[in-house]
């Protein structure tokens, strides 16, 4: 199966707007941990989070400073190891990132999807790390290995919506966090060593291994895999728990029953605000035609380009993240990760994060 196609099928999106050039990104870094740099907001100093702030028109001028920075000073910072998992990789700093820490002595192991190592187009990094003797295993061949973590020294995890390419540091709204816990980073390397070590992918995998709910820094964290940890169930759980509001921002919303749970708790008076990615999202699979006619608070996103979030703020306090769109597909085909953090300084970050892309939605940059 080639990659237009599965891309067709796992996300009912037709990317055309990968087609496009012309938008330019500032880096917006929300720091909650940093003590030295404003806003010093809590988070007990256990994450860090970066949200992509794209801009219309382009300038090339603008592509630097991005999330490939913040990633490259993370891998810079490994001493004895780096795993990656990535469904797309072509930031020239991070990968060489990668290669200045295999000789510095580490150990740099990679995962991939099968269809983009395969693909001349997609794939000139991924064969620069083989051709430097760095590992990298390729599969799900019937969906996508979705992925986008890196785990450093057993000790920190960098996950989010973002790929590792110049699209989505410059043009895609997306988002990315790194956090240090050596319990969570023990969650990603079971789960990475199931894709490299067993070659098992998507639901071929088994769930075990992983703690699901931990504490870090004080904040309850739940920690999720698709498809063994059978995700979507564990999100709706959450939002059946919403008691004053709900706002999201979805890439790809095809899952009738999360878009049922938020049916019914906007019915039961919880405020309801989301914004959809345009693209695909008049098809007949997306849940934003049945919630904009049951009279929901939801729009099309003003990105020309794409907006790559996927995440949910529930409550101010609760945020859902990851690669995961909910869709059937990162339900049950694709490799996914979750992270549902109850910490109301984050929420206030994704909240901030959420009323960017909300008002661009009311009011888009004309083309």
């Not at 820094?217 to 995700?231: C, H, L, Q, R, S």
């Not at 695909?280 to 919630?291: C, L």
């Not at 608070?297 to 609760?318: C, R």
């Amino acid at each position: 199966m080639s990659f237009s196609t599965k891309m067709l099928i796992i996300s009912a999106v037709v990317l055309v707007a990968l087609c496009l050039v012309g938008v330019g990104v500032v880096l917006v870094v929300m720091r909650p941990s940093a003590p030295a740099a404003p806003p010093a907001t809590g988070g007990g100093g256990w994450y860090q989070v970066y949200f992509t702030t794209p801009k219309y028109p382009d300038k090339a001028s603008d592509h630097h400073g991005g999330l490939g920075d913040r990633l490259t000073e993370f891998i810079n910072a490994a001493k004895t190891s780096v795993d990656v998992a990535a469904y797309q990789l072509d930031l020239p700093n991070v990968t060489q990132a990668l290669l200045d820490a295999r000789k510095r002595g580490a150990t740099v192991r990679v995962v991939s999807d099968i269809d983009i190592l395969n693909d001349p187009k997609e794939n000139p990094a991924f064969k620069q790390l083989q051709g430097a003797g760095i590992p990298v295993v390729a599969g799900n061949s019937n969906a996508i290995m979705h992925d986008k973590f890196v785990v450093v020294d057993k000790a920190k995890v960098w996950t989010g919506s973002w790929n590792f390419t110049e699209n989505d540091t410059y043009r895609y709204n997306n988002n990315a966090i790194e956090i240090l816990s050596a319990e969570l980073a023990r969650n990603y390397t079971v789960t990475f060593e199931k894709m490299f070590s067993d070659k098992k992918f998507g639901p071929q995998r088994k769930p075990g291994g992983t703690t699901p709910k931990l504490t870090i820094g004080g904040a309850a964290v739940e920690n999720y895999f698709a498809p063994e940890d059978k995700v979507a169930g564990k999100i709706s759980a959450r939002l059946k728990n919403a008691g004053k509001t709900i706002d999201f921002v979805a890439f790809a919303f095809t899952d009738d029953d999360i878009g049922k749970v938020i049916a019914d708790r906007a019915q039961a008076g919880v405020i309801v605000r989301g914004v959809f990615e345009t693209t695909g999202s008049e098809t007949q699979y997306s849940e934003y035609g049945k919630m904009k006619r049951a009279g929901l608070d939801v729009w099309q996103d003003g990105n020309p380009y794409l907006m790559h979030h996927k995440a949910f703020i529930i409550d101010s306090k609760t945020v859902v993240l990851g690669s995961f769109n909910f869709s059937q597909n990162a339900e049950t085909e694709n490799d996914e990760n979750v992270l549902i953090v109850d910490d109301a300084t984050l929420a206030q970050q994704f909240q901030a994060e959420f009323a960017r892309i909300y008002a661009q939605a009311k009011n888009p940059p004309k083309k």
